[in-house]
């Protein structure tokens, strides 16, 4: 079954410098959510995207800012990068339409910020 | 605001020792509950879910759960755990009847010896 997909795998940056990283939802999953986990730490949720809308917003900072595209692939993007930024960044999915569904999570974009 | 517990920090258990891992959360209305298991550099897996109707659930890899509502819990056991279920368990709550986001635990990191 086609799962999650998140690209790039890894990326290394510098301060200051700027990350766009791509969730693609499986086919037909009109929701996606980003979370950010630091080293040792739970998931964070950061925001959430249904049928391209804004849906819910967590702990984003203002320097990241995201998107959901009519194919419903979304993008993060973060800007003036520190090192805090360092992290693994989930994208999951779901169907908003059925109720009892459970979010499918990506195999994350390990951020690295020197 | 909505807040998830888990007691353990670390646990370290024996081939074949029963687990139980601890899980309580902080939220009056209903809830939809999910324990994920996140095995070494690999993204979080659903294990199990809890929507309604029986409050004893059963997982994935002889896994299960048992939501007590008094006590805001939903506690994962397996009677005899295997090396292979070396990773961090995450359990989440999200708000029940919505597609909002999960709310993590910390996380418990369970190690088994061979």
């Known amino acids: 079954a086609a799962g999650v997909i998140q690209s790039p795998r890894h990326l290394i940056k510098e301060k200051r410098e700027t990350a766009t990283l791509k969730c693609y939802p499986i086919p037909r999953h009109d929701t996606v959510y980003w979370y950010q986990q630091g080293p040792g730490q739970d998931p964070q949720f950061l925001i959430s995207?249904?049928?391209?809308?804004?849906?819910d917003k967590g702990s984003i900072p203002d320097r990241f800012s995201a998107q959901q595209f009519s194919d419903y692939h979304s993008e993060l993007n973060m800007s003036s990068l520190e090192l805090g930024d360092s992290a693994l960044y989930f994208c999951a999915s779901s169907r908003e339409r059925v109720k009892r569904d459970e979010q499918y999570f990506g195999p994350g974009t390990r951020l690295t910020v020197t | 605001a909505q807040s998830v517990s888990q007691h353990n920090h670390h646990v370290i258990l024996s081939e074949a020792a029963s687990l139980e891992l601890g899980c309580n959360y902080s939220?009056?209305?209903?809830?939809?509950l999910f324990w994920y298991v996140q095995y070494p550099g690999q993204h979080l897996q659903l294990l199990l879910k809890y929507f309604s109707g029986d409050p004893l659930v059963k997982g994935i890899k002889g896994f299960e759960a048992e939501f007590i509502k008094s006590k805001f819990s939903f506690n994962l056991r397996k009677p005899s755990v295997q090396w292979s279920d070396t990773a961090e368990y995450f359990c989440a709550v999200r708000r029940g009847g919505s597609q909002g986001n999960l709310i993590f635990g910390k996380g418990t990191k369970l190690s088994v010896k061979p």
């Open positions: 995207f249904y049928e391209k809308m804004q849906s």
């Open positions: 939220y009056g209305g209903t809830v939809n």
